[in-house]
């Protein structure tokens, strides 16, 4: 799919990513709702996590004690922390923690680059090749009426790819809500292959043979991690 990788593709998870998957949903139902307000009717970024986590499966009372943890006084405040590395060869990686001990997620994460000999940067060294974006994509056989009416809706589009019969569409996450707004009223119960905010790489590299064992031993290394809740990267992968 020209840029995006086929990552509806890569979703089926083993019981223990299935349970990373739950921990990581539940961190930020409850951060997303003790800033922003526990009920979903007034706090649209809440409704729409809410969407996301039954979409991935994550069981009612996950979310539901996400929630009531939020509506408590004090508790755990969880922080997004952003690290930025190189990998094998020309890769680079992102890595999205939350985590309420940063000293803790910062050591966890440089362990892991401390295993295959590669190395965490600065702010900015790796993240200036990558754009921030909000990817949805889904089942739709007409895609002129969907691009007109995103057009009519004056909603900023930065990609717009068909292929196969699924649509793949990104925009700035400002304009996330707008897009999804339009795409539903448009596509009643529209069934998102794909619904990610993130960081996705301007150019893809190709890895051989040793590197390629050692990115993938290294993402298996942070995929470990507790706090870590994305990855993003530049590698080409097979599905």
Do not use: C, W
């Amino acid at each position: 799919m020209g840029r995006f990788p086929n990552i509806a593709a890569s979703k089926a998870k083993t019981g223990a990513q299935k349970a990373k998957v739950y921990s990581s949903f539940a961190k930020e139902i409850y951060q997303v709702a003790k800033n922003g307000g526990y009920d979903p009717n007034g706090n649209l970024n809440l409704r729409r996590l809410i969407e996301k986590a039954k979409k991935e499966q994550v069981p009612s009372d996950v979310i539901n004690r996400a929630i009531d943890k939020a509506k408590g006084a004090g508790g755990e405040d969880y922080q997004t922390i952003l690290y930025e590395g190189f990998g094998p060869g020309s890769s680079t990686l992102i890595i999205k923690t939350m985590t309420d001990n940063v000293n803790r997620t910062v050591a966890e994460v440089r362990a892991a680059f401390n295993k295959v000999h590669k190395s965490l940067g600065v702010s900015n060294s790796v993240s200036y090749n990558y754009d921030y974006l909000t990817l949805v994509s889904f089942k739709y056989d007409n895609e002129e009426e969907v691009f007109n009416t995103l057009l009519e809706q004056e909603i900023d589009i930065t990609d717009f790819e068909s292929e196969e019969g699924i649509l793949t569409i990104s925009v700035n996450p400002n304009n996330q809500h707008k897009l999804k707004d339009a795409l539903e009223n448009m596509i009643p119960n529209i069934d998102y292959l794909v619904d990610e905010t993130g960081y996705y790489a301007k150019d893809k590299v190709t890895l051989q043979e040793e590197e390629l064992e050692e990115f993938q031993k290294l993402i298996r290394l942070l995929e470990d991690v507790e706090d870590v809740s994305n990855i993003y990267h530049n590698v080409n992968i097979e599905e």
